[in-house]
């Protein structure tokens, strides 16, 4: 027996300590060289994050969250000090401003923002973006994708599309109405239909209308979804006509998929619609970095892989299903959600006015 | 280190027993652990079996009380509401009897009669409460319409049952059943077989209440487990893990148990089962046997996924006592074929080694060391070989050892007489003056020269001269001790070394016997030949101490012989 297989072999340290070496260098290109991200599954795919490192010399930190929920709880955990940069939605990021967990963004120093579309341009419009602090109007996030609540209609039993909201009021398609089973939604979706001027701020006798508008819904209707596949079934199975896309292009994608002629139009009263914008958060190490990263997300590649890959829209360019005439109603936050849902669960069981108006 | 082929040997052979002791027990334990699991695994793919119809017989069980209900000629006459003086009465016996079965069955929360008319209202409702049944007033009951129980149930054909997916109910005053795990059970109301659906009975069945009968006849250690179509799970031992859609979260059958993926693939047989062994992420391995289940014979608006999992710990807990077994068997023959390895390399190496100590330890006059020459094989042949070497070198060398002595004689002895020459007789001298010095011992010396010898020689010639000089040679020697040296120093010389010899009485007696023999006439060829010597004698340590100085005085004293008329012998000392 040998042990003349053992020798020390200077070549791998060697290589080792450059490579320590290198690394060390290469970390100084940014002060810190990490950038904590917290991001929505299909918001940031393995090459955007990888050219982002390549173009920043950076390290990427990427959690997924899959619920608004999940994300409060890790942004809020340790007073935002634990990531750098965000997605979140402009009716969520609301208790993030009120809480201080986020600090404005400077949309000059993302070059990006010069190429979206002029309605993502204006902050201001969108309600929520821009608070006004000490007399300074700062805007908290940057647009990054929405998607539209529109009407999906079968092309067969519609010789034009419908352009209004009522249609799913309309007793033609009566039993061939499919509509969304959720509280909130529900109730802006009456206020739309009623005319009243904000759709997330009922007021007096608004409820009561509200209410009875949702009582001839719900008898309208063949019923209510909640899950984008469930209202696909029930679309297909049902030969229904008219649906309240709560999903939007992801079940209009679906339906296609399945075979189903349909169409998607943005009423007239407005689309309602989510749109999730990058904040930074209060504890973020290097502003600089988080502005970059705003700026590369909002580049061609990442852009446009949400919307080839995910079915979701970009603010660059209107999705196939929209236009720039669209009437898009951004969420906001709602005047009282516990009550919008209290009301809406006794309507969805079947409670007539008087006892879904009760106390 | 270098090894012997001993070592090697031993440590090959060794290496080979434990191979085969252990390759032999692992693919043993092995096998027996699959046949341990895999019939772990067929019962409990029997069990869910078992569980699935448990779960048919009792969802028909309900479909039967709903199509007893909705046949009834009484749920007909109130949908109708033919006669409004009755109605009261007719809905009061109706309440009564849906009291009656809600109270023989407990898994029921709901059982209602719905109108196909007026957006699906309720036309009766009796719901379980707390700890009581209740009939819901006139003004509490609502519209359903919307429900899938009753826009399905209102499609179907005559004589069929709808069962609803799993789900949460969350329909506000519902009583017991509201917010809990329920499933609808429901049938058309028809007034002939073909005639539109009037409207519908439905029972609302405590899933819990189901779950926890199927659940209760399990093994200790058996999980239950039950999805829907979409692998949700509605039953999981973690209780947060049930019903997660319900809560907008996803907790399903393929993600924990990536193996059941086909029974929820696209297009998947309505019915299919299968068996897998996994790892549930933060728990221990188990064995898991899944049944997906389609009731063909009721409209079923999803299917039932149906596991049932053991802890593969519990499963090869037998397997882990045969492994503990078969452990123990390895490692006894381990040991076993070690020795037998030591056994048969040192069966083979002691006669090699036997051969080179043999070989080492040759030497040719000694009795070289014993070789296995008796044996039959090829060592045997070696032995044999090496033994006929030896026993050349040994001749050889006897012959020369005999060669070795002739030439010692020769160069020690006189050739003619036989007696010491000069040089043999002073090594002596000197010995014995060594060994007299040490003791304080005494010697002498008789130095004899022969009379007559030359005129013998001369006229008789060298044969005459030479039996005179052997005669001599012959008496001279009779005359001594062994412990006494004769010796021809030359030509007619002789001397006598008398060792310890003190007293000059015995010494001349002996001079005088000497004097006698050599007087003795020599027959040869026929002819008496007279000689007679004369000797000198020298003592130590009285005449000298040397040996040269010793010959020399006793030659002196010879020649005072001679000179004084030959026949006599003087002393040295007397001179």
């Known amino acids: ?14 290589v080792l300590a450059a490579g320590i070496l290198f690394g060390l260098f290469a970390g100084c290109v940014h002060a810190s060289g990490v950038l904590r991200v917290l991001a929505w599954p299909g918001y940031a795919d393995e090459e955007v994050v990888r050219s982002f490192e390549r173009v920043s010399g950076a390290r990427v930190e990427l959690s997924i969250v899959d619920s608004d929920e999940s994300l409060w709880q890790k942004v809020s955990a340790n007073g935002g000090r634990d990531f750098d940069v965000m997605a979140v939605n402009t ?3 609301q208790r993030y401003i009120a809480t201080g967990l986020v600090q404005p963004v400077d949309p000059a120093r993302i070059a990006g923002t010069r190429r979206q579309l002029p309605r993502f341009r204006q902050l201001n419009e969108i309600p929520g973006l821009v608070h006004v602090r000490k007399g300074r109007a700062e805007a908290y996030a940057i647009p990054y994708t929405y998607s539209t609540m529109g009407l999906i209609y079968d092309r067969r039993q519609f010789a034009a599309a419908p352009t209004s909201i009522s249609s799913l009021w309309d007793p033609r398609y009566r039993g061939r109405v499919l509509a969304y089973g959720g509280g909130a939604h529900s109730f802006s979706l009456a206020a739309q239909s009623l005319g009243v001027a904000s759709p997330f701020r009922l007021q007096g006798g608004e409820w009561a209308q509200a209410v009875d508008r949702l009582i001839e819904l719900r008898r309208n209707v063949l019923g209510f979804y909640t899950r984008p596949e469930e209202s696909v079934r029930l679309f297909l199975r049902h030969r229904s006509a008219l649906m309240f896309a709560n999903y939007g292009l992801q079940q209009l994608h679906m339906l ?24 930074i958060t209060r504890g973020a190490r290097d502003v600089a970095l988080a502005h970059a990263w705003i700026d590369h997300l909002l580049g061609d590649t990442a852009s446009g892989l949400l919307v080839r890959r995910q079915g979701l829209a970009n603010t660059l360019v209107e999705s196939d299903a929209g236009g720039p005439a669209d009437h898009i109603v951004w969420l906001a936050e709602v005047e009282d959600a516990a009550r919008r849902e209290r009301l809406w669960g006794r309507i969805h069981s079947g409670d007539r006015a008087t006892r879904v108006l009760a106390p | 280190m270098k090894m012997g082929i001993a070592v090697r040997l031993g440590l090959a052979l060794a290496i080979v027993g434990v191979l085969a002791a252990g390759l032999t027990g692992y693919y043993g334990y092995a096998e027996s652990r699959a046949m341990l699991v895999a019939a772990a695994e067929e019962r409990l793919l029997t069990s869910t079996r078992v569980l699935v119809r448990q779960l048919a017989v009792g969802l028909e069980n309900t479909a039967r009380d709903v199509r007893l209900i909705a046949g009834h000629p009484q749920a007909v006459r109130l949908l109708r509401r033919d006669d409004p003086a009755l109605q009261a009465g007719s809905e009061k016996n109706a309440a009564l009897l849906f009291q009656r079965m809600l109270e023989t069955h407990p898994e029921y929360f709901q059982m209602r009669l719905i109108d196909a008319a007026d957006h699906g209202v309720e036309r009766i409702r009796v719901d379980r409460d707390a700890d009581e049944v209740v009939r819901v007033e006139e003004g509490e009951l609502q519209e359903k319409g919307h429900y899938p129980y009753v826009f399905e149930t209102l499609r179907l054909p005559p004589g069929a049952v709808f069962i609803s997916r799993a789900g949460i109910n969350h329909e506000v005053g519902a009583h017991a059943g509201q917010d809990k795990p329920s499933l609808q059970v429901a049938a058309p109301v028809r007034e002939t077989p073909d005639g539109p659906a009037l409207g519908l009975v439905v029972i609302n069945v405590d899933l819990n209440g189901l779950f926890a009968q199927l659940a209760a006849d399990l093994p200790a250690g058996q999980q239950l487990y039950l999805a829907n179509g979409d692998g949700d799970f509605l039953i999981h031992p973690d209780p947060y893990q049930a019903f997660a859609f319900d809560r907008g979260q996803l907790a399903r059958v393929q993600d924990q148990f990536p193996a059941a993926e086909p029974l929820l693939a696209e297009g998947a047989a309505a019915s299919g089962q299968l068996v897998t062994t996994s790892r549930p992420a933060g728990q221990e391995a188990v064995v898991a046997a899944f049944m997906r289940q389609h009731f063909t014979t009721l409209h079923s608006e999803d299917d039932f996924i149906l596991g049932l999992s053991q802890p593969l710990a519990a499963v090869v807990e037998q397997s882990e006592r045969l492994g503990a077994a078969t452990l123990r068997i390895v490692l006894g023959f381990s040991a076993l074929a070690v020795l037998l390895a030591f056994l048969l390399a040192r069966a083979l190496t002691r006669p090699l080694n036997q051969i080179v100590e043999a070989v080492r330890g040759f030497v040719p006059g000694a009795a070289g060391q014993r070789l296995p020459s008796r044996r039959r094989d090829e060592i045997g042949v070696l032995a044999r070989t090496i033994e006929d070497m030896q026993q050349q070198i040994r001749a050889q060398f006897d012959s020369l050892e005999d060669k070795q002595r002739a030439l010692d004689r020769l160069a020690s002895h006189d050739s003619l007489t036989g007696l010491p020459n000069r040089r043999l007789f002073l090594d002596r001298l000197d010995q014995a003056l060594a060994h007299a010095r040490r003791n304080n011992g005494q010697l002498a010396l008789l130095f004899i020269d022969l ?31 062994a412990s006494d040296t004769v010796a021809r120093l030359g030509g007619d ?25 050599l007087a003795q006439p020599v027959m040869h060829m026929g002819e008496a030949l007279l000689s007679g010597g004369s000797i000198g004698v020298s003592r130590y340590p009285y005449d000298a101490t040397g040996a040269t100085e010793l010959i020399a005085v006793a030659d002196k004293a010879m ?17």
């Open chain 2, 493 to 517: 010389e002789f001397i006598i070394l008398l060792d310890g010899a003190d007293d000059p009485e015995a010494i001349a007696q002996i001079a005088g016997k000497a004097l006698d023999a």
């Open chain 1, 1 to 14: 027996m040998s042990l003349g297989g053992f020798s020390f072999r200077p070549v791998p340290a060697l």
């Open chain 1, 91 to 93: 009716a969520e990021l």
């Open chain 2, 559 to 575: 020649y005072r012989a001679k000179s004084g008329g030959r026949q006599r012998a003087c002393f040295a000392d007397l001179a």
């Open chain 1, 256 to 279: 296609r998929a399945a075979g189903a002629d349909v169409g998607y139009v943005i009423p007239r009263e407005g689309a309602l619609a989510w749109l999730d914008c990058w904040a």
């Open chain 2, 451 to 481: 009379d007559n010898f030359k005129t013998i020689n001369d006229s008789l010639g060298h044969a005459a001269g030479d039996a005179v000089l052997c005669a001599a040679a012959v008496r001279l020697q009779q005359l001594v001790r």
